[in-house]
């Protein structure tokens, strides 16, 4: 199994700023994603993280607005930029074991 | 585009009752997966189903995968408050992608 925790747990950003959103995985893991998801509703995928090479964004997102870092094989990092009401959002990674995939408890954005 | 469809959107029930959500899609998929989210907390895997017609169950949770792979149930019986929390079927597309549902709500009333 693998453990995942995200930093920051819950953050409140003025509009035009940026925020970067930490992903630690307990195990060495190849795939890494990140999703968006509104609460109480489904998750949608932001973009897929391998170790060493470029994220792979789904339609609708770039990576001027969600740049994708993955150093290792046990860390991501999504940075929210030029931050806008919009962007407010429960912001989750997650990592695959086998067949198995685990979820981080997610990250709280409110942009004002 | 590949889609999938979860009903109800919401459902609340007393405890002991028995319910079915479903997850339908025009997309045929590898595999799918159910998972349960709790608030302020990632969703949790409950099963993965990979061949058409197959039925797996999780104590008093029954999952079916369709015949030709495009939707799939989630049955619980005597549900109780503890099942409580937002159900996402989730259909792996191409090699490692999931394409997640619409999302059940389920509220159990003691």
């Known amino acids: 199994s693998a453990v995942i925790s995200q930093k920051p747990s819950r953050d409140i950003c003025q509009r035009g700023t940026s925020l970067t959103i930490q992903c630690q995985v307990d195990?060495?893991?190849?795939?890494m994603f990140w999703y968006r998801q509104q609460p109480g509703q489904s998750l949608t995928l932001i973009a897929t993280a391998n170790q060493g090479s470029e994220a792979t964004y789904e339609s609708g997102f770039v990576i001027d607005k969600f740049p994708i870092s993955r150093p290792n094989l046990t860390f991501s990092t999504l940075t929210v930029s030029n931050m806008s009401p919009e962007d407010s959002s429960i912001y989750l990674c997650?990592?695959?074991?086998?067949?198995?995939?685990?979820f981080g408890p997610g990250t709280r954005l409110l942009v004002l | 585009t590949q889609l999938l469809e979860q009903s109800p959107q919401f459902l609340s029930i007393q405890e002991g009752e028995n319910l079915t959500v479903y997850c339908n899609s025009s997309s045929v998929f590898s595999s799918l997966q159910w998972y349960r989210q709790e608030p302020g907390e990632g969703p949790v895997l409950l099963v993965t189903v990979v061949t058409g017609g197959e039925v797996k169950k999780l104590k008093r949770l029954t999952f079916q995968f369709g015949d030709a792979r495009k939707d799939s149930s989630l049955h619980i019986t005597a549900a109780q408050p503890g099942d409580t929390g937002l159900y996402l079927c989730a259909g792996r597309s191409g090699t490692y992608k999931y394409i997640f549902g619409t999302g059940t709500r389920l509220k159990v009333l003691a």
């Open positions: 195990s060495q893991v190849t795939m």
């Open positions: 997650s990592a695959t074991l086998g067949e198995t995939q685990y």
